[in-house]
Every structure is written in C-alpha cells, then in structure tokens.
C-alpha cells in the first residue's frame, strides 16, 4: 500500500535503544512516521 493512501499513523519512542544499530534508520524504513523523543531525565 502506498504511504499516501494509509490513514494510520505510526509513532515511535525515541530512547537508548534507538541510539545503537541503525534502530531510528529501521524504524523510518518500516514505515514509522512520527518519533517522540523521551526528554524527562531518568532518576536512578
């Protein structure tokens, strides 16, 4: 299906994870549309 036509939004978080192997690159390539990065500072 082509991406004009779909009407569903795909939105990812962007964290650590994302940071190492080309996640964000696979994520976009897998049809992600939207990435909300995660700016809260983690307390541990």
Known sequence: M???LR???I???L???T???N???KN???GANVGANE???RFT
Request: a positive charge; proline letters at 8%.
């Open 2 to 4: 082509s991406r004009r």
């Open 7 to 9: 009407r569903t939004k």
């Open 11 to 13: 939105v990812t978080t």
């Open 15 to 17: 964290g650590p994870a």
């Open 19 to 21: 940071d190492r192997d």
């Open 23 to 25: 996640n964000l690159e």
């Open 28 to 30: 976009y390539c897998r």
């Open 39 to 41: 700016l809260l500072p």
